[in-house]
């Protein structure tokens, strides 16, 4: 390795406070690189990919090192804490949040000089496993590269991974795989075999060795204080840097008919605050700010009395997405006092029909008594999240979004005594696996582009606002992989042969004879097989079925009780820890 390159990786090293022991490689029997695929900045406010560090490491069997993209084509690719070739541990786990990060993968594995097929891999190189979201919901389109995958919460099953894995090394790499694969929760692709009808579309996923388990189904963790979930690396060199995040719950029981994150991690659970106030307290040490995090902070149960325990204690605090419809006045006066200056919403559509048929749960009144809150207690910058080209959107419901725009202007410029800035997040619907709108289309691209286009010469008429949209054309790929199967392997290994660019992708699915619009532009009847019925994640298709004609008649359907579980069913017996 030349100097230069050692001296990057001693810098992000230098600027690191490790709230966990720091190993050294060797120092136990079993090696584990735990990589993200995308670099330094975004990887270490991952909370997920840092709490299976942290669970790896309170081994004492196993050293677990991180492992990042590189920021230059030029620096090696190494562990962050040793600086060795990831060829030398003996386990490489994934961490997934996204499908754009798919390749990725297969570019951190051609550096490491490991083989991308698994087919390719014996036993001389390290166990290839993955595990996160977007690959709990839809594994298919890695599942010619990868060894096996966790579906769903990793913080327990890589224990029992781990378990396996110490007990079969000295057997073949096959005998191995098939006893990890007797796990709750684990997935070894090589095991599966899926088959294609004439039209293309899946005919069948079917075991093809004995005594494995199908469908797989998802692991979660029922008692969240079990595990912290936090910043433990902390650095200034991310996102959140400043800040000590800690997660306060999980899972959400709103039934957002779009939202994957919703049906990934339900059932909704959460921390005590006896546990977050543990946290903080230790969080202070080392930082001026901690940065709440779960699906809708403002949902968590016990907020007011938490955020009553943190003021009182002299520790600031963030959130970073509120529900319009359970700010209180209590949590946004202590937001205030911490000196949070821009509140946070997520309307995801402008029209109450929309609203109704994505089964927001919110109305336009919800949010203006938000609005009105919090500009009450002197914070007074807003942040709006919307969705366009959703299941039964027209283009006056698109417009929308810059009527209600004009309204929240002219509401501030009455209430707030400075000149508030309005920040919209603009993202095309995206089809994902697991929720009601998993059988509709991607909008075509001509016509997302044209309610952009709208959108950008109205809403910069209006002052003090901003506008952020997320690249529409790559909105194609993400539908793709979020809904492909097991074919799209080769296209993403040769889209990152042909230089990942948005040629790369046409180039790569017309070179393997598979057509983009079957993935992303085709409602699929509800009666198909499905890339991803073989897992199980606790919620029956009937379910999704039922949810996807109640949001085209616009009915909705109510959210998760802590009474009576009569929605999903999911949370049948579950008992919430105690407060």
């Known amino acids: 390795m030349n100097w230069l390159a050692n001296q990057k990786y001693r810098k992000i090293a230098d600027n690191e406070i490790f709230l966990i022991e720091s190993k050294q490689f060797g120092s136990a029997e079993i090696n584990v690189a735990v990589i993200y695929p995308n670099r330094y900045h975004i990887a270490m406010s991952n909370l997920g990919y840092l709490s299976i560090y942290a669970q790896l490491n309170k081994r004492e069997d196993v050293v677990c090192h991180r492992g990042v993209l590189p920021e230059d084509e030029n620096q090696p690719f190494l562990a962050l804490e ?10 490489i786990g994934f961490s997934v949040s996204f499908e754009m990060d798919y390749i990725n993968i297969v570019k951190q594995l051609e550096m490491a000089k490991i083989p991308v097929y698994s087919k390719d891999r014996n036993e001389r190189f390290p166990l290839i496993i993955c595990g996160g979201p977007s690959v709990t919901f839809n594994p298919e389109p890695l599942a010619d590269f990868i060894d096996l995958f966790v579906i ?58 004995k005594h494995v388990k199908i469908p797989i189904k998802k692991r979660w963790v029922k008692n969240l204080d079990k ?143 938000s609005l009105e809150l919090a500009s009450k207690k002197g914070i007074q910058n807003v942040k709006l999240y919307f969705i366009i080209g959703l299941p039964g959107e027209n283009e006056e419901d698109v417009f929308e979004i810059i009527n209600l725009t004009n309204k929240i202007r002219c509401f501030l410029d009455k209430t707030t005594s400075t000149k508030s800035r309005i920040t919209l997040s603009i993202n095309p619907f995206i089809p994902k696996p697991f929720t009601p709108f998993q059988w509709f289309p991607l909008k075509d691209i001509d016509g997302l582009n044209a ?71 085709r409602k699929i009847p509800y009666d198909e097989v499905l890339p991803w019925d073989h897992i199980d994640i606790g919620i029956k298709k009937s379910f999704f079925i039922q949810e996807s004609k109640r949001a085209m008649m616009g009915l909705p359907t109510t959210k998760c009780s802590d009474e009576k579980c009569q929605t999903c069913m999911i949370c049948a017996g579950l008992k919430e820890v105690t407060r």
């Open 82 to 91: 040793s600086l060795k070739p990831f060829l030398e541990y003996d386990i």
């Open 152 to 209: 769903g919460e990793g913080e327990e099953v890589i224990h029992e991974l781990i378990e396996v894995y110490n007990e079969s090394r000295h057997l073949s790499k096959e005998q191995m795989l098939f006893n990890l694969a007797q796990i709750e929760g684990i997935y070894v692709p090589r095991f599966y075999e899926p088959l294609y009808n004439e039209t293309g579309t899946v005919k069948e996923i079917k075991a093809i060795k």
């Open 227 to 369: 595990y912290d979930t936090c910043s433990f690396v902390l650095t200034p060199n991310t996102e959140f840097g400043d800040m000590f995040l800690i997660e306060i719950s999980r899972g959400c029981g709103r039934n957002c008919r779009f939202c994957m994150a919703g049906y990934c991690y339900r059932i909704p659970r959460n921390r005590s605050i006896k546990h977050v106030i543990r946290l903080a307290e230790e969080a202070v040490r080392y930082r001026n700010r901690v940065g709440l995090v779960g699906a809708a902070v403002s949902d968590y149960p016990y907020i007011d009395d938490l955020s009553n325990e943190l003021v009182s204690r002299g520790i600031s605090f963030s959130v970073a997405s509120l529900r319009a419809d359970s700010l209180t006045e209590t949590l946004a006066e202590n937001l205030a006092k911490s000196g949070q200056k821009t509140i946070t919403i997520a309307p995801e559509a402008a029209s109450q029909k929309m609203r109704n048929i994505i089964n927001k749960g919110i109305n336009e009144e919800d949010i203006f008594n």
């Open 451 to 521: 309610d952009k286009k709208m959108l950008q010469k109205n809403l910069n008429k209006i002052p003090g606002v901003k506008t952020i949209f997320e690249s529409i054309p790559w909105s194609k790929i993400q539908c793709l992989l979020a809904r492909g199967d097991r074919r799209l392997g080769d296209v993403i290994y040769k889209a990152f042969k042909y230089g990942a660019t948005m040629g790369a992708w046409k180039k790569a699915l017309k070179n393997t004879g598979l057509d983009w619009n079957f993935y992303t532009h």
